[in-house]
């Protein structure tokens, strides 16, 4: 435990598990887009609609709270893709906010990022299958404010358990060409990638899974612009497989620091490829899943059995999951990166005849709309605290370096970064890639150092929640 009592060193005789202690709720919804709704998400892709749907796409909402009735923390996870703009996020989350009666603080609205989920931008109305847009967004808003609802109607005692897992789905995704050095957007075997997976089961006292959380940072890119079906990628394989063996407990995907990383097998057309993936990770969860021992246990040192050799015998123990809960914004203040100006951008729009060509003009011209003119943009984002863990809710794409480094400075801890949480602000690389001109670091809003100083802020809101002098 953290914060409330010392961290368990070498030699100690008991093996904490990092629980949080409160009161949780869950509920899920389905949120599939209709037929013939505008889907062209990749440049390379060759049709604006779907053929079909692989499988269902849900928003699910886990609510978190102490044990005396305090305000609940709320986190929704949906299968979408990503935002447009600031308003296109807003839009959907504000209305949650004025509708549940939310503070901002308290809301963490994650989509999943899979590349295979139409956007619900107002502003592409006017494509093939935009008249269908407004009515889906207007559903899936409807369907988060209901599960907010439920979810915190829903509210009951249990333990919040973490384990740390591997999985080695994720591949860095910075490819030097053989043929020109040039840095391509494709698995590379070097460096060695995080394989990281944190795994949370929220369960009753009579050990019974209310729903679980998987964080891993892998882009859910299965799936690339040869693939004509709406799929939540990875992720719906993932869920069914940990569903299956928790008594069909809900599973919510924590999407992770993933900006340099790509499954084994990316830009497929095959769903099936999709499913490949999401079970990959699934099965690892189980095997974390199943290593815990029963909320609110400790194993502790029970003594010595003398057999052929002594034997140092450790047995499990009650123990009082930490219910420290709460919630921190944090701002900091980052140097916009040198970008064309919109009226530029809108004569090479104007003028351009290539349609993939076209599709990066207008996310640049996105990415202007993003900054404006300034030379520098506060950005903010969420720490929360669940007991002995903490999740980082950003709304860039952030980068392993980050979560490792991160994770490096509070071993004691269990820290979930989610990336694309509360807006969509690009990529945020490690200086690195900006020398090695790499995809990510081309389009990014930020220059490069702006990683760094989001490490140290989010660094100091850890420790200031835990208790701790905030140094850098």
């Given amino acids: 435990m953290i914060g409330d009592a010392p961290a368990?060193?070498?030699g100690q005789r008991v093996l904490h598990s990092c629980e949080f202690g409160g009161r949780v709720g869950v509920a899920r919804g389905d949120i599939t887009p209709?037929?013939?709704?505008?889907?062209?998400?990749w440049g390379s892709a060759k049709h604006d609609q779907p053929s079909g749907v692989h499988r269902p796409m849900v928003a699910t909402c886990a609510a978190f709270a102490d044990a005396e009735g305090g305000d609940a923390l709320v986190l929704l996870t949906l299968d979408h893709?990503?935002?447009?703009?600031?308003a296109d996020e807003r839009g959907v989350r504000s209305a949650v906010v004025k509708a549940t009666g939310l503070d901002e603080d308290r809301l963490i609205l994650q989509p999943s990022h899979t590349h295979s989920a139409p956007l619900m931008a107002l502003d592409l109305a006017d494509k093939p299958g935009g008249h269908l847009?407004?009515?889906?967004?207007?559903?899936?808003?409807?369907?988060?404010?209901?599960?907010v609802a439920e979810a915190r109607a829903a509210l009951a005692p249990?333990?919040?358990?973490?384990?740390?897992?591997?999985c080695g789905l994720a591949f860095n995704r910075n490819f030097p060409s053989p043929e020109t050095g040039q840095i391509l957007c494709g698995?590379?075997?070097e460096p060695t990638a995080d394989d990281t997976l944190l795994v949370g089961r929220a369960a009753d006292a009579s050990g019974r899974v209310l729903f679980t959380l998987v964080n891993y940072a892998c882009h859910p890119i299965s799936l690339g612009g040869g693939n004509t079906q709406v799929s939540p990628d990875y992720v719906g394989a993932l869920r069914e497989t940990v569903e299956r063996d928790t008594g069909g407990a809900p599973c919510l995907f924590l999407h992770g620091a993933s900006g340099d990383m790509a499954p084994r097998r990316s830009y497929e057309s095959d769903v099936g490829i999709a499913d490949q993936n999401g079970r990959e990770i699934g099965y690892a969860a189980l095997a974390g899943l199943t290593s815990m021992l029963r909320p609110g246990m400790a194993l502790a040192y029970a003594g010595v059995e003398q057999s052929g050799t002594p034997l140092a015998i450790w047995r499990e123990r009650p123990v009082q999951p930490n219910p420290a809960i709460g919630?921190?914004?944090?701002?900091?203040?980052?140097?916009?990166?040198?970008?064309?100006?919109?009226?530029?951008?809108?004569?090479?729009?104007?003028?351009?005849t290539d349609r993939t060509l076209l599709e990066r003009l207008n996310r640049a011209m996105l990415r202007r709309e993003a900054v404006g003119n300034d030379r520098e943009m506060d950005i903010s984002f969420l720490v929360w605290r669940l007991g002995d863990a903490f999740?980082?809710?950003?709304?860039?794409?952030?980068?392993?370096?980050?979560?490792?480094?991160?994770?490096?400075r509070f071993p004691e801890a269990r820290i979930a970064v989610l990336n694309i949480a509360n807006g969509s602000l690009g990529y945020l690389p490690p200086p690195e890639e900006y020398v090695l001109g790499t995809y990510q670091a081309t389009i990014a809003l930020h220059k490069s150092g702006s990683a760094e100083r989001v490490l140290g802020a989010a660094g100091d809101a850890i420790r200031q929640m835990i208790g701790a002098t905030p140094t850098r």
């Fill in 133 to 147: 847009i407004a009515d889906f967004r207007r559903h899936v808003t409807e369907t988060c404010i209901r599960l």
């Fill in 34 to 41: 209709p037929a013939g709704i505008y889907f062209r998400l």
């Fill in 158 to 166: 249990a333990t919040l358990t973490w384990t740390v897992g591997r």
């Fill in 8 to 10: 368990p060193q070498v």
């Fill in 391 to 408: 999740v980082v809710a950003l709304p860039m794409e952030m980068h392993t370096d980050f979560q490792i480094r991160l994770r490096e």
């Fill in 327 to 352: 919630a921190r914004r944090v701002t900091v203040r980052l140097d916009v990166t040198e970008m064309p100006s919109r009226e530029e951008l809108a004569r090479q729009i104007a003028a351009c």
């Fill in 81 to 86: 893709s990503w935002w447009r703009s600031t």
């Fill in 187 to 189: 698995l590379t075997p």
